[in-house]
């Protein structure tokens, strides 16, 4: 579905990632960890066309997305959920919600605000209430529903657990499975190492804006003294 290779990106003269390569196939949901700083954040904004100068090559469901504004990628099936949310404060749950409304994709079934409300309860019962005055747990899944509203074919999530109490994470938790169960690929950038283990199969590990670890999620679950040196702080 995504296949991302040789991808180079900076900043201004900072040369944020080297060479990166990842592939994601339909259904799968693939962690990108990293320390602080690695370049996780900057990898979700070049697939969407938000850094302003990338080499290397990105073919979403065989579509070649370079030179495509942040808005044809959009459309063509990406949905991105930003690390800082930036929903509208002024706006009610369900206005922040029509806002993300896109046409359904032809073969599957379109997001509604009620099938949202049936997937995070809790804004069920916040329908009508402005975006300002939600927790942030509250927002985070306002900004991922609202993001499902344009359904979209993969998801890129960029740490949707920072700053989550407990019950609000096992919820989030809750929610991106069942997407993934209904066959969602997800790209989820994470430092909570056990939250994205409840999601993903597959794991990369990036430093220094690039990829240096790449295999099954279990194997490094399964193996502390690696996980220690690619991710302890
Ligand atoms: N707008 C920017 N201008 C210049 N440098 C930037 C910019 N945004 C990020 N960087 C730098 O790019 C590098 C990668 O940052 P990035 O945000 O992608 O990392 P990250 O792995 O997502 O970390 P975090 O979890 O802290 O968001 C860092 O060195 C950061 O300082």
């Known amino acids: 579905m995504l296949a991302v290779s040789g991808l180079d990106a900076w900043y201004g003269a900072a040369h944020i990632l080297r060479d990166v390569d990842l592939a994601i196939g339909a ?3 693939v962690a990108l960890l990293g320390r602080n700083g690695a ?3 900057t990898t979700l904004r070049a ?33 991105y959920v930003p690390e800082d949310r930036r929903i509208f404060s002024d706006l009610t749950v369900l206005e922040n919600l029509e806002v993300g409304r896109r046409p359904p994709r032809p073969g599957h079934p ?22 300002g005055r939600m927790s942030g747990g509250e927002q ?7 993001t499902l509203m344009g359904n979209p074919a993969l998801l890129l999530l960029d740490e949707p657990s920072e700053g989550l109490a407990p019950r609000i994470l096992e919820q989030m938790a809750g929610a991106v499975r069942a997407l993934k169960a209904e066959g969602l690929a997800i790209l989820l950038c994470e430092q909570n190492f056990r939250f994205a283990g409840l999601i993903c199969d597959t794991a990369y590990v990036m430093a220094r804006g690039e990829i240096v670890h790449r295999g099954p999620f279990a194997e ?3 193996d502390e003294a ?8």
């Open 27 to 29: 259904g799968e949901a």
């Open 39 to 41: 370049g996780k954040s």
């Open 47 to 79: 697939l969407m066309g938000l850094v302003p100068r990338v080499t290397g090559t990105i073919t979403f469901a065989g579509r070649d997305l370079a030179g495509l504004e942040p808005h044809a990628r959009a459309r063509a099936g990406l949905g």
């Open 110 to 131: 379109a997001w509604t605000p009620e099938r949202l409300f049936d997937l995070f309860p809790n804004l069920a019962e916040m329908r009508r209430r402005p975006g």
């Open 140 to 146: 985070q899944m306002l900004a991922l529903a609202r």
């Open 220 to 222: 490094l679950a399964a």
């Open 226 to 233: 690696r996980r220690d040196a690619l991710l302890a702080v």
